[in-house]
Each structure stands twice: as C-alpha cells, then as structure tokens.
C-alpha cells in the first residue's frame, strides 16, 4: 500500500529513495502486513522502483539493495530483504542476503509476504472459517462420550484447528469436540 510522502518520512529519507538513492522518493510504501500508520512501517520509494517491484523482469534494477540492506531503519531493511529474497535465484542477490545478518524480526517481517496460511475445506472443498455453521455430513460416534452425532447435525460457531486443516472443534450435546472436516459440509 502507498500513499503520499508524510513531511516526517521526507526528513528521514532526506527526499531520496531509501531503497536505490537515486531519485526522488515520491511515495510512502507501506512493507505488509503492516500499513501507513505509522512511519516505522513506512519505506520513502520513488517510481523507479515502484515500477520494478511491479515487474517481475526488473530484477537487475535491485542491485542497490546491496546499499539499502544496510540502513538503520527496520522498515528499509525488511523490504530490501523482501525483495532481494525475491531474486534468491540470482547469485548476486544471494550473496547480498548471504553478507548481513538483520534482527530475526526483520527477517520474519520480510518473510511474511511469503508464507501460505493453512486453509480448512469442507467434504465438498468449501473453505471453512472460524465462526462458521456446519452440517455433519455422516453420523459420527462421538469417542469418550458415549453418544453419537447423526447425520445432518448442525454445529455453530466452529474453531479452526491452527496446525491440522483437516480438524474443526465445534459444540455438540454441550461438549467441545474435534470433527474432521471432511464429514462436514458448510451451512449457508
């Protein structure tokens, strides 16, 4: 996300690019997940590299990164390590990563862009999200309650299972329950 140069993020990039330093910045690129509200999140850009972040071709124009890895501003140093990441393939930018050693928070941040969050699916590759209705699809014996769930129940308010996409808890009979999704289907 970009917006307008704050007079505070002029100061702090002296009204030049903080990634190539060549031109001047003309945006406040915001380096996600985090957003324009504050200047710590914020990387003074100009178009030039703009335009390169948007083109997959450009990646010669990211040599300067070898400078801007280097700046005291965590901001500065996630997005050049974002997008030098981005060029891992390229010895070049391998050996720029390969030659600093930012804070891990840095690196988790640059990183960020990259990660693929888990997505639950239903039994007919619906994707399922925390507070979600659903039906069961089979009945299922429900194990250490001595009950079982017939077909066509329906449970409210379901959990994701952060590190299993195939488990949902939900509430059955009063009583939380682990419920594989692929017995389920999502209510509409």
Not at 22 to 31: E, G, L, M, R, S
Not at 132 to 137: A, C, P, Q, R, S
Request: glycine share 4%.
């Amino acid at each position: 996300m970009s917006t307008t140069i704050t007079p505070a993020l002029q100061a702090r990039s002296n009204g030049t690019c903080e990634l190539c330093t060549n031109d001047d910045a003309a945006i406040a690129y915001a380096v996600s997940p985090r957003n324009n509200d504050a200047i710590e999140n914020e990387v003074a850009i100009c178009n030039t590299c703009l335009s390169a972040m948007e083109d997959p071709a450009a990646a010669m124009h990211w040599h300067c990164l070898a400078g801007s890895i280097w700046n005291a501003e965590p901001a500065v140093q996630a997005l050049s390590y974002r997008l030098l990441y981005q060029h891992k393939d390229h010895e070049w930018a391998a050996e720029i990563i390969g030659s600093v050693e930012p804070d891990e928070a840095v690196v988790n941040w640059a990183l960020s862009a990259f990660e693929v969050k888990p997505i639950h699916l239903d039994s007919n590759g619906t994707e399922l999200l925390n507070g979600d209705t659903v039906v069961l699809t089979q009945g299922l014996n429900v194990k250490g309650a001595n009950f079982m769930a017939p077909k066509g129940t329906i449970v409210r308010k379901i959990r994701l299972v952060a590190d299993n996409t195939e488990q949902i808890e939900g509430k059955i009979n009063e009583q939380t329950i682990v419920i594989l999704t692929k017995y389920v289907r999502k209510s509409s």
